[in-house]
């Protein structure tokens, strides 16, 4: 249990827009002086990913900040901004004792060496926090995914990678598949949340006839035809106009909280009746038809951080992660920061650190189209 007073006083932040490396981590340590805590998380853009390295060197030399995480996403998010497209950094340090967290690194295997090397610390950690930072290019990026979530018992909260860069993402010099940090919720209170940002328009449809990725009957009815039951004349003569809007979702099973994973149509054939999805699908397995919408985005993100408000009631936040997928931001939302502002508006002024990734990852799986949060009281 957390046993230690209430803490309120925050993390450091900074952030940086200079388009060299060596001048964004100068940047960065003047606006982080001297900060307190012994673990630090890196974020930057995709054209500084081949950096990554040499800046973290820097931060490490230079802040006395020992332990250190680094990713590169499509853009960053600060507490104040989100910086898409353009050059940029954004650092948060995390004041926690060292018996709060383990850094961690590896491949397809990942949990079990973890579990192995700190088989006592995870005992008592009860379901850590495992901030996850993913290369998507590895061939193996699922499966670490899902051991690291089995063989710790961890709680999962990150994304996948930029993926333009020998290495994407970094713990202390450990070029792997995945990385990251782990934090014992019984040394840090931590509350996670997860915003869709796209909606279901249909009931629970079961896939009766399906080959690969191809689903051919929904309830026994051609799947072409069950889909355009859902858009009227909307899209008849146009169905390339449903890319990038209308998607496929697969509910999570035995989740409690309607929870589902967005996946792309990615074919139509109205002659054959047919439909093709992101993934394998399997007859008998459960989907849904969802819309891409940016009022309903909006109202989840705000039922999101509303929920966060309730459960942390009037404590303090101390620091924040957030992490959003690249088609949201100013490609969903029409006005700029629509997500920092969301989450500034109902929350408060805390620091934030963030990117936009390739997939975000919460408990044990990789969602699209969502946005990810755990801030720290």
Known sequence: MITMQQITEQFSSATSRKTMWNESVEELITQLAAPK?????????EDLAPFLGKMLDQLRLKTGVTDWAGASGYGTISHTEEIFGESSATVIVLDLPP???????GNA???????????????????????????????????????????????LIGGLTAASSDSPHLVNDQKTCMSGIAVSPMKAEIFTGLSQGCSPISETLTVTKAQQNIIIELDQKPAFDVLMEYFGDEFENNLQAMAGTIFVALPVQGSDTADYT??????????????????AISEGDSILICRRDQKTAVEDMK??????????????????????????????????????????????????????????????????YTGVIAVFT
Request: include cysteine.
């Open 303 to 368: 039922r999101m951080v509303s929920s966060i408000k309730d459960r942390i009631r009037n404590k303090s936040i101390r620091g924040g992660i957030y992490i959003s997928c690249a088609a949201r931001g100013p490609n969903q939302f029409s006005a700029p920061n629509k997500e920092t502002d969301i989450i500034r508006e109902v929350l408060g002024e805390f620091p934030l650190a963030g990117f936009f990734a390739n997939g975000e990852i919460s408990r044990d799986r990789v969602y699209a």
């Open 109 to 155: 295997d990942v949990g079990t060496l973890l579990s192995a090397k700190e088989t006592e610390w995870l005992a008592e950690a009860t379901m850590p926090l495992a901030i996850s930072h993913v290369d998507p290019r590895h061939p193996h990026a699922m499966e670490a995914i899902s051991n690291l979530a089995e063989m710790t018992g961890s709680f």
């Open 262 to 279: 967005v996946r792309n149509l990615v074919g139509l054939d109205p002659e054959s009746k047919v439909i093709a999805i992101g993934e």
């Open 37 to 45: 805590g012994t673990v630090g998380i890196l974020y930057t853009s």
């Open 99 to 105: 018996d709060a967290y383990r850094v961690f690194s």
